[in-house]
């Protein structure tokens, strides 16, 4: 029998089932790619829209205006304390309670708001938490010195006060590193893992990173320009005419309780080759191209996890998931929902 009227119009050329196939366009379900996941044609062609903005944003092209709200999908975004061992955890919250829990962890010295143009993308198809780190955002911070085991432990008391069993962790940079802290040392609690732009934090890497001066720790000057070097310091490793995306980093470095290095401090002091073998859970990399710290590591972390693959973020930076959000919410989607 011949194929329907519609299979044909949503047939996909043999091009975009090549790129879909590889991950560089939609979500591979075999259902063809205008109509995969059974959406319906006015959220295929809004979900366009939104990966076209992206691209002329990231070509400079283009900018939303600064204070935009990121774009209503029906759920909300909720702004919540937890009561947990260091004291209150903020943390940021969408989507249907019953839905797959996916826990998102932000790189040093960010909070929650690199999340927050994710989160709405994710919400129609996942309960989404987006986590302050503990002495990040408005979360208080760790009674001992900061360190990604202390962190881990934490994001556990975080599922317990929510009543999350298992989640899916997305770690970015730190958050990275986190995740997969919480998958060697509570693997019951993690269903799978996406780690973007994560290093491997073995002997050399840390090594390295002793003999290389502070990433984000200024001197406070009285005139304001320890502001400015704050900045500087990033400038070079963000997108140029997104003016906003550094904004956003200087606001959240300013809110940080005491030490703003203290986060890449814990990184570079993660013994990961202790605790890497234990990680049995499914594994999705994302390698940022354009991001020159982490994008160098990701073929080294796969090699040292079970089940990994790694994905290629064309363009992407160090403020991956709030510079391309469509593209990195695409990528976790099509990792942790069940085929359709």
Known sequence: MGQSVDAQRYAAPAIVNRLVADGHLGLKTGQGFYDHRGRDTANYRRDVLQRTLG????AG?????????VQSTGHPIRRVFADT????????SCGDADAP??????????????????????????????????????SAPLREDASIEGWA?????????????????VGHHTGGVIAL??????????????????PFTHAAFRQARAQRPPIDAVAPSTDGSHLAALW??????????????????????????GDVEG???????????????????????????DDPFAAPHAAELAAHIAQARVVDMPGGMVPLPDQLPEAFAQAVLGFVLPPA
């Open 55 to 58: 691209m002329l944003r990231h």
């Open 61 to 69: 092209l283009w900018r939303a205006p600064a204070d935009a709200p």
């Open 85 to 92: 061992s260091v004291g209150q955890l903020h943390y940021a």
């Open 101 to 138: 829990a996916v826990l998102l962890l932000h790189q040093s010295p960010r909070s929650w708001l690199e999340y927050r143009a994710v989160m709405p993308l994710l919400a129609p198809h996942c309960r989404v938490i987006a986590m302050d780190t503990p002495g990040f955002g408005d």
């Open 153 to 169: 432990a934490v994001a556990v008391e975080l599922l317990d006060a929510l009543g999350i069993a298992r989640a899916h962790v």
């Open 181 to 198: 802290q919480m998958a060697a040392a509570h693997g019951a609690r993690v269903a799978s893992l996406v780690l973007s732009s994560t």
């Open 232 to 257: 500087q310091r990033r400038q070079g490793f963000y997108p140029p005419h997104r003016p906003e995306l550094l904004e956003a980093f200087v606001r959240d470095a300013l809110k940080a309780s």
């Open 263 to 289: 986060g890449h401090r814990a990184v570079a002091s993660y013994r990961m080759e202790d605790h890497i073998g234990r990680v049995t859970q499914p594994v999705l990399i994302l390698r940022a191209s």
